[in-house]
Every structure is written in structure tokens, then in C-alpha cells.
């Protein structure tokens, strides 16, 4: 058969050109709907990008222990306030729990560092080596502590990326000497660059000693066999189940520290994959309520189409009679309306794909969010368009090509 | 054998007490070449079997012979391609299409050519041999006007351009001056003349006697029947087409 779909798209193309106005304003509700489910699902797919980033940066499977309240006095002080966990409880969380893969015991202070006639105010943090394994961090630059360090206090540090370039620009920091609280140290490292934390922190912006020096040499606490420190980061094995470690480890610390039963912990467990996986599947259920609702304003726009395809096939009654006349069979007229729907609807798509990419771009420049688009989603949109087409162009599509010519000729 | 053989046409509506026949027992044979005027009053029946032999419609019984193809009993389908390939209609209110060129509407019949020579043009040749339809009707200058740019009388030379360019059998025409003034009438009157001598069928459907008057044989209805076949010695037109052609 002749009457192919080029013919109809011609024909198509000339009605849509002719009502050029009336065809506009027919798209708009399709370009606004795709535009919308675009420029949603790329913002959604970017906030849940960031997440991942984040959870990844984080490192898998980690648990933090920090000191709970403590009462002094009636008072209740906020959590953090007392060293409750020790270097013994790390030990013992690694030991006596298999499913602990490292528990590495961490001191924090603050201090401003010297190099030559430049400073930096900046985080010291005191740790092991198994600090970097927990947080699956790696070196760019030097090496890690070593054992005569860790046990003489060794006057080593090791810097974060943020420091290092703060202090000495785009050099090599390893083997230069920088002055923490008036004492010398060395730097036998640098970190690789690690981002951002989740609560927007600069995660570069921090040096490392050995956690003894910091405890005898820089942190002003008392020799003692009881080795305090500020948290422990705990990692669990691959594939272990973090709420049963969690667990595992609450009741671990409450026996050490001889809490007894309907007492409050001294400390707190955070679960911090669990929580970023939290927000994920928090930020997962928004975008995709954000795309249904998009979604809605689509329907709305097939609805569109179809009033004009009516008012169309109306208006257009003795046009379909001359054309039925002249040979034009009910499948060529049927076609001839439902190729102008779909025309209508992809055309509307297509430009809708277009404004959400914009939106997007805008988004992520104007508001620094982070997108992301997939060409999955762009076809989806505009196949689903031209779905939209077809649907509600059926209808109207069939009751021009029932029109019996004679009466269709006569329609004033 | 006759272009177009009506043998005993009847078309009605409704059933038992209730039915109305809007043609009662037509027969009407008409030749290859001829031009012939069907009048009567409205309600007579004229357009009705107007619309059968224009293959608009079926009959209820009788027989319709088309250039020797039996009609009455064909598919709707069927029907529209025998519409396409043998007839060309002619609307008194032109029915071109609105905002389309002058060109793009004799070109559009085309479109729907399923067999013959004209079935497998390219847009190209679609146009040009449109062109030359226009060109036929005295509109070669004006192919890109749209209809709201020409008067009735251009209008109408389109329509009977767009008639032409399917390369029909004959010509229908119904009531093609009245939407027309008389200096416009008599204009498509001779054009349809003219068609007529350069060998085209063409069949008038109309109310006014000085329309009739250009027809070789007026064919008159009355309550669904043929009244009388009045033959014109002298139709309007037909002396000096011999002398100046257009």
C-alpha cells in the first residue's frame, strides 16, 4: 500500500502549521511534564549520587563509638564531653568480636601548626596505622608510622591534603619539619585528597601523629596505664550484618564498663553506613515521588491533546468529508489525526527533553547541586510522549475516521 | 457501453409504514462525452442520486454500473478508490482547504492514488502535474495563493483543477455556481463547457435553469423520479467553444 507514514507526517506537519499557535500551546503541557520528569529524576539521581560518594568516601561498613553523657553533680553533660573509651576497649572490641574486621582508637584536638613564617589552625588527630585501613584511606606521598614510633612518642605527622597545600602550596611536604604546640615534627606523609565528609566537612583539613605522641607530647593528659581516647572507628567484615555488630558492641562496652542493667551507656555506637544508607533510601523515595508527581502534569498534558485532537476533528468535519470524496479511506483519515497527536506529543517531548536538560544544567550551576543525567531517562520521557500520543489520540483519531462523507460534506 | 448505467435505483429510509424513498426506480444511462444538467426541486431526489453515482452512497437496490464495474456491491474501502481513480467532485461551497496553497489543494487527491499511472508520483511530479491542472483552469499565475486570497470564481477553478488532477472519468458537480454572482457563474460554466469539448463527462447537479441551459441533456426529478429527459438543440456555450477556445 502506497499511503505510507511519510505521507501522513507531510500532512501532519501541514495541519500542525497551519493552527501554528494552537499546536504551541497543545505542546506545552507534553514539554512542561517532560521537563519536569527530567529535570527531577536528573536532581534526584544526582542527590543520590552525592550520597553514594559520600558513603564511599566514608568507607564501607563503619561504626563509630563515641562517649555518651556523663552525670557530674546532677548535671548532664552532652555527649563527648568525657573520655569514657580507652585504647583497652578498642583492643577488646577487635578480639573478642569476630565479625570486627579493625577498631581503631582515635584522639582529636586542635592546634595551630607553623611552617617558616606561615600557619594553619587544623585538626591533630591522634591514631594508629589501622585508623587508614578503617577508613580505607591511602597514602599519595611518604609512609605510614612505624612501630619505634608509636612506641617512643616519635615526633612524626602525617598530613591531610588541605594542610599540606596551605603550608607548602604544591611542594612535597615529606622530610620538611613543621612546629605543633612549639614542638618540631617531621612529615613522613600525605594523605590522598579524601573530600568532603557527609556534613559538608573538609575531610583534608586535619594531620595525623601517632596517637601515643599526641597523648604524651601535644593532648596534656596524664601518663597512666589507663590510655583514654576521644572515639573508636570500628570496621566490620565484608558482608557482616552492621546492626548485629552494633549490638555486639554495646554489650561489649556496657560489660567493661560495668553499667549495670537500666543504667544509661557512657557511650554511644553509630551506625554510620546505616545512616547515610538511610538518607539514600529517603533521598530514593523523594526524587521518585518528585518524578510521579511530574508524571501527573504528562497525563495532564495527553489530556491536552486530546481536547484539541476533538475540537480538531470537529472544526475540521468537512475537510475529513472532501478527503473521504476525493478516496481517502477511514484508516488514511484515522492515521492522518493519530500521526498529528503523536507529532504533537513527540515534537512537545522533545522539546520538553531539552528545557529539563537546561533546568538541570541551571540547577547545578545556579544552586551547586549535583545532577546527573541519563540518556535512559531522556528516551524514556520522549517515548513515553509519543505514547501519550498515540493514547489520547485514538480516540479522537477514530471518530474522524467513522464520519460518513456525505455527512461530513454537509457539516456547517 | 454507457459511462455510467443506473438500472432501476431506489434508496430508502426507514422500514414498514415509515419508510421514505428518497429515490423510487431511477434509471439513467449516460455516454462517455456527454454533459448533462440533473435538476429538480430540493427533496426531489437529485442529490441523493447524485451521491450514488458519485459512489458517496449505496443503494438500497438496483443496479450502478461505473465504466463497466459493477458499484452497488463494492466495500466501503473499494468504493473510496473508485471514487479516487474515476470521478472528480465539484462543491458549491469549493471546500478547499483553509491556509493551503492553491497548488498543495489540487495536489491533494493525489495523496490517496492507489493504482494507476498517478499512484506512484513523487511529491515532485505530484506538484508539477497539479501545476499543470491549475494551469488548465487559467490559474497558472496564482499557485501559491491560499483560497482566502482569491474571489469565489478562482476558488471554485481550483476546486475544478483539484477534480481534474486525478484524471477522473467525468466531472461532478453539484450546485457549482451557487455560492457564485452571475458574471462568476457564467465564468465556471464555461470552463466546465470547456472541459466538456476537450472530451471530460461532466454531470451538473443544480436549481437554476440558466445553469441547466449549458447542458446537452437536462435530466429532471421529481418525488425520488425521473420526470423528464429534456435534450438542449442549442446548450449555452457550445458554439463559440468551437470558434475561441480559452
Not at chain 1, 15 to 42: E, P, Q
Not at chain 2, 113 to 121: K, T, Y
Not at chain 2, 185 to 196: A, E, G, P, S
Request: proline share 3%; aromatic share 6%.
Amino acid at each position: 500500500m502506497k499511503i505510507g507514514s511519510l505521507m501522513n507526517l507531510s500532512i501532519a506537519m501541514q495541519a500542525l502549521r497551519v493552527n501554528k499557535m494552537r499546536s504551541i500551546l497543545t505542546m506545552l503541557g507534553i514539554v512542561i511534564g517532560v521537563a519536569a520528569v527530567i529535570a527531577m529524576i536528573a536532581i534526584g539521581g544526582g542527590a543520590q549520587q552525592r550520597l553514594q560518594e559520600q558513603i564511599a568516601s566514608l568507607g564501607s561498613n563503619l561504626l563509630i563509638v563515641v562517649p555518651g553523657s556523663i552525670i557530674q553533680s546532677g548535671a548532664r553533660l552532652g555527649a563527648g564531653n568525657a573520655q569514657t573509651l580507652t585504647e583497652q576497649d578498642a583492643r577488646a572490641i577487635t578480639t573478642e568480636i569476630p565479625d570486627v574486621a579493625f577498631a581503631a582508637p582515635l584522639t582529636r584536638s586542635n592546634a595551630q601548626v607553623v611552617f617558616g613564617n606561615t600557619n594553619w589552625a587544623t585538626n591533630i588527630n591522634g591514631v594508629y596505622n589501622d585508623y587508614f585501613d578503617v577508613r580505607e584511606w591511602n597514602l599519595a606521598e611518604g609512609r605510614f608510622f612505624d612501630q619505634g614510633e608509636i612506641t617512643r612518642f616519635g615526633k612524626v605527622a602525617i598530613l591531610g591534603k588541605t594542610v599540606s597545600s596551605q603550608l607548602f602550596g604544591e611542594d612535597n611536604p615529606v622530610g620538611q619539619v613543621v612546629r605543633i604546640r612549639g614542638i618540631p615534627f617531621e612529615i613522613i606523609g600525605l594523605m590522598e585528597s579524601k573530600g568532603q565528609s557527609s556534613q559538608g566537612q573538609d575531610q583534608d583539613d586535619v594531620i595525623f601523629v601517632p596517637l601515643t605522641t599526641g597523648r604524651n607530647r601535644l593532648f596534656g593528659e596524664p601518663r597512666g596505664r589507663i590510655a583514654r581516647v576521644g572515639t573508636i572507628m570500628i570496621k566490620a567484615q565484608e558482608g557482616s550484618d552492621t546492626q548485629e555488630v552494633e549490638a555486639r558492641i554495646t554489650e561489649l562496652l556496657r560489660q567493661r564498663h560495668r553499667i549495670q542493667p537500666g543504667m544509661e551507656n557512657d557511650f554511644q555506637v553509630r551506625n554510620l553506613t546505616e545512616i547515610l544508607k538511610t538518607q539514600e533510601a529517603a533521598s530514593k523515595v523523594m526524587s521518585m515521588l518528585l518524578a510521579a508527581v511530574a508524571s501527573v502534569s504528562l497525563l495532564v498534558g495527553g489530556i491536552g491533546i486530546m481536547n484539541i485532537m476533538l475540537v480538531s476533528v470537529t472544526e475540521r468535519t468537512r475537510e475529513i468529508g472532501l478527503r473521504l470524496a476525493v478516496g481517502a479511506r477511514g484508516r488514511d483519515i484515522m492515521m492522518q489525526f493519530l500521526v498529528e497527536a503523536m507529532t504533537l506529543a513527540t515534537l512537545g517531548g522533545a522539546i520538553g527533553v531539552l528545557l529539563g536538560v537546561l533546568i538541570s544544567w541551571l540547577v547545578a550551576y545556579i544552586a551547586g547541586w549535583s545532577i546527573s543525567l541519563n540518556l535512559l531517562s531522556i528516551i524514556f520521557a520522549v517515548g513515553f510522549s509519543a505514547a501519550i500520543g498515540i493514547f489520547f489520540g485514538y480516540y479522537p483519531a477514530k471518530k474522524a475516521a467513522k464520519m460518513q462523507p456525505i455527512e461530513a460534506l454537509r457539516y456547517e | 457501453m454507457a459511462l455510467i448505467s443506473a438500472q432501476n435505483l431506489v434508496k430508502s429510509y426507514g422500514q414498514g409504514d415509515l419508510e421514505v424513498r428518497a429515490l423510487n426506480g431511477v434509471s439513467l444511462d449516460i455516454e462517455q462525452g456527454d454533459f448533462v444538467a440533473i435538476i429538480g426541486a430540493s427533496g426531489s431526489g437529485k442529490s441523493t442520486f447524485m451521491n450514488m453515482i458519485g459512489c458517496l452512497d449505496q443503494p438500497t437496490s438496483g443496479v450502478y454500473e461505473l465504466a463497466g464495474q459493477q458499484v452497488s456491491e463494492l466495500s466501503v474501502d473499494a468504493l473510496a478508490d473508485v471514487r479516487n481513480r474515476r470521478i472528480g467532485f465539484v462543491f458549491q461551497q469549493f471546500n478547499l482547504l483553509a491556509r493551503t496553497s492553491a497548488l498543495e489543494n489540487v495536489a491533494m487527491p493525489l495523496l490517496y492514488a492507489r493504482e494507476g499511472p498517478l499512484s506512484n508520483l513523487t511529491k515532485h511530479e505530484q506538484l508539477a502535474h497539479a501545476k499543470h491542472r491549475l494551469e488548465q483552469v487559467g490559474l497558472g499565475d496564482r499557485l501559491s495563493h491560499t483560497p482566502a486570497e482569491l474571489s469565489g470564481g478562482q476558488q471554485q477553478r481550483v476546486a475544478i483543477a483539484r477534480a481534474l488532477v486525478n484524471d477522473p472519468a467525468l466531472i461532478l458537480a453539484d450546485e457549482p455556481t451557487g455560492a457564485l454572482d452571475s458574471k462568476m457563474t457564467i465564468d465556471i460554466m464555461h470552463l466546465l463547457r470547456r472541459l466538456n469539448h476537450e472530451g471530460m463527462t461532466v454531470i451538473v447537479v443544480t436549481h437554476e435553469p440558466e445553469v441547466a441551459a449549458y447542458a446537452n441533456r437536462v435530466v429532471t426529478f421529481k418525488d425520488g423520479q425521473i420526470i423528464d429527459i429534456h435534450i438542449n438543440d442549442h446548450p449555452v456555450g457550445k458554439s463559440e467553444m468551437a470558434q475561441a477556445p480559452l
